[in-house]
């Protein structure tokens, strides 16, 4: 058997195809066809797997939009679940507590740990979207400060800041229910609001309590204003008596500092000309004074 039939009758053997219905010729050519066509069938087999195929992370939730009934009842837990390709989408949330800063427009500042309500997700998709807190949290936190900081005065808000954390704790967690959306901590790191609002506030609370004991007259509504002015101002003032008497009580032991160690007040004066030597370094003009003007002779008492 010549070399040319061995091969002839390896390739017959290869690609049986060709062994019937015509020459050995057509067996190798019909073989690849049908090798290729199998090929690109596990190919696009793998495509429509891969695309029936989604993963829920450690700490997520999924829900599946339907083409055909729109958002469906089921929650998927963690692990890999199956679709229907194009006719279903998954949707998938990070349902772990996150940190959130809030700020309202008076300057109140603090932080909300919230996470969304893992048993209503399709209704939080339906209603809010994936971007439900950047949606619910704002407003209700301005509502919620308002609502709060009409029940107390300035004095009080000063005075009871942890009852107002509390309270405007207590009322987040009970609004953000409404919105399928869980609060597991608040914490208010600053309370401040603005004159006019304050302002607002206690005219307000005057009316309010007016009307609940008794019917004022003009004159009475305005004997009740003139006490919250006569209040302010005596907080006003008591406030700069205890700032007077810190500068007193700081004068004091700088005069005690210069007593006992005279090179105090000369360390002061080399802190002040370098200050000053700074300032005129900095400046655009050329400036020509002094220089015991600006207490730049720090060796004057030296010479003396």
Do not use: C
Not at 27 to 51: C, D, E, Q
Not at 229 to 253: D, H, M, P, T
């Amino acid at each position: 058997m010549s070399r040319q039939q061995q091969v002839g009758k390896m390739l017959q053997n290869f690609f049986p195809a060709g062994g019937k219905g015509g020459s050995s010729g057509n067996g190798p050519s019909r073989g690849f066809i049908t090798s290729t066509g199998a090929l690109l069938g596990l190919g696009a087999l793998g495509v429509v797997i891969n695309a029936s195929l989604f993963n829920v992370d450690g700490g997520h939730r999924a829900v599946k939009f339907s083409r055909v009934g729109g958002v469906k009842d089921a929650i998927y837990n963690e692990g890999t679940h199956f679709i229907v390709p194009w006719f279903e989408t998954p949707i998938i949330y990070d349902v772990r507590a996150k940190p959130r800063n809030i700020a309202s427009l008076t300057g109140t500042r603090g932080k909300v740990l919230s996470r969304p309500n893992v048993a209503n997700l399709p209704k939080i998709y339906q209603n809010l979207g994936t971007d439900y807190d950047e949606r619910v949290l704002p407003s209700i936190v301005n509502e919620i400060l308002k609502s709060v900081v009409a029940q107390f005065n300035a004095n009080q808000l000063l005075a009871q800041r942890e009852k107002v954390s509390k309270l405007i704790k207590d009322n987040l967690v009970k609004r953000a229910a409404h919105f399928n959306i869980v609060v597991d901590d608040v914490s208010m790191t600053h309370i401040n609001f603005s004159p006019e609002f304050m302002q607002s506030v206690e005219a307000k609370q005057i009316v309010t309590l007016n009307f609940v004991y008794f019917k004022p007259s003009p004159a009475q509504q305005e004997a009740q204003r003139a006490g919250y002015v006569v209040e302010k101002a005596r907080q006003e003032k008591q406030s700069i008596v205890v700032k007077a008497q810190g500068e007193a009580k700081s004068a004091e032991l700088i005069g005690q500092a210069i007593k006992a160690n005279p090179g105090f007040l000369q360390l002061r004066k080399i802190e002040t000309a370098r200050e000053i030597a700074n300032i005129v370094a900095n400046s655009n003009n050329k400036v020509y004074v002094d220089a015991d003007a600006l207490l730049l002779n720090v060796n004057e008492g030296q010479k003396k």
